[in-house]
C-alpha cells in the first residue's frame, strides 16, 4: 500500500485567500483523522471521521476551518479566509477498526500564509 | 483530566548504549498505550502499542513495558544508533479512538 498521500506537500499563499489540503487514506481504513502541528502548540487533533461522518470536529480551531470526506477515499480540510496564524504542518492519519488500531499518518503539508 | 507525561523533553546517550523512555499517566485507566516515532519534517510513525494485560511486548531492538500499579510505561531502545534520534511519543487515547499527543521525548544518540 502506497500509504497516507497528502497533497499538495508544500503551499504558501496570502492571507485571505482559500485553502484546501487534500488527504487520501489507506484503503480499507475506516478513521480518518485531521491534525495540525506548531511549535507552540505541538500536534493538536482537528476532526476526525469514521467512516466518512465527522465524529469530533471541538478541535477545528474556528469557522474558518471546515472537512469533508465525500468518500472513503477522499478527504479535505479547507480554510477560508487563510490567516498569517494557520502556518502549521498539517497532518492527515488513518486508522483500521482493529482493537484501538494504530493511526498510519501522511507525510504532512506545510502551509505558509503570508 | 487525564494525563499522560513524558519523563524527559530530551535525552543524549551514547551509541551502543540502551535509551530508556519513560511515560506516567494519572487520572487515566489506559487499556492500552501506543509508542509513535516522529522525525523533523514527518508524520509521527506508530512503532509499538502494549495493551494493559501485557507485561511486555518487543519489536527488533524495541521493547515497551507497562505497569498499571505504577501507571508507567517504559520504552526501551537497546544498542541505540545514532539514527534511532527522533522524538517519541506516547499519545492518550479520549475513548474515542482520537488521539492526544504531548511534545513527546527528543532523543539524540550520540556517535
Known amino acids: 500500500d502506497a500509504g497516507v498521500i497528502q497533497s499538495p506537500r508544500h503551499e504558501v499563499t496570502e492571507m485571505g485567500q482559500e485553502v484546501t489540503l487534500r488527504c487520501k487514506p489507506i484503503?480499507?481504513?475506516?478513521?480518518l483523522f485531521w491534525y495540525r502541528q506548531t511549535m507552540m502548540r505541538g500536534l493538536e487533533l482537528l476532526i476526525y471521521f469514521n467512516n466518512n461522518v465527522p465524529i469530533d470536529d471541538s478541535g477545528m480551531p474556528e469557522d474558518r476551518f471546515s472537512a469533508k470526506m465525500p468518500n472513503a477515499s477522499f478527504s479535505t480540510l479547507k480554510i477560508q479566509p487563510s490567516e498569517p496564524r494557520d502556518s502549521a504542518v498539517y497532518f492527515c492519519?488513518?486508522?483500521?477498526?482493529?482493537?484501538?488500531?494504530?493511526?498510519?499518518f501522511g507525510p504532512g503539508t506545510r502551509l505558509t500564509v503570508t | 483530566s487525564q494525563k499522560i507525561e513524558q519523563n524527559s523533553e530530551a535525552l543524549n546517550i551514547q551509541e551502543g548504549k540502551t535509551a530508556t523512555l519513560t511515560c506516567n499517566y494519572t487520572?487515566?485507566?489506559?487499556?492500552?498505550l501506543q509508542w509513535y516515532r516522529q522525525d523533523p519534517g514527518r508524520g509521527p510513525v506508530f512503532l509499538l502499542l502494549?495493551?494493559?494485560?501485557?507485561k511486555e511486548k518487543r519489536k527488533e531492538r524495541l521493547k515497551v513495558t507497562f505497569d498499571t500499579t505504577l501507571k508507567q510505561s517504559l520504552f526501551h531502545i537497546t544498542a541505540s544508533q545514532p539514527a534511532d534520534s527522533a522524538t517519541y511519543l506516547c499519545?492518550?487515547?479520549?475513548?474515542?479512538?482520537?488521539?492526544?499527543f504531548g511534545s513527546g521525548t527528543r532523543l539524540q544518540v550520540q556517535p
Open positions: 487520572n487515566y485507566s489506559p487499556a492500552y
Open positions: 484503503s480499507g481504513h475506516d478513521y
Open positions: 499519545p492518550t487515547d479520549t475513548g474515542r479512538r482520537a488521539l492526544t
Open positions: 492519519a488513518s486508522s483500521p477498526l482493529t482493537f484501538r488500531g494504530e493511526q498510519y
Open positions: 502494549i495493551r494493559e494485560n501485557e
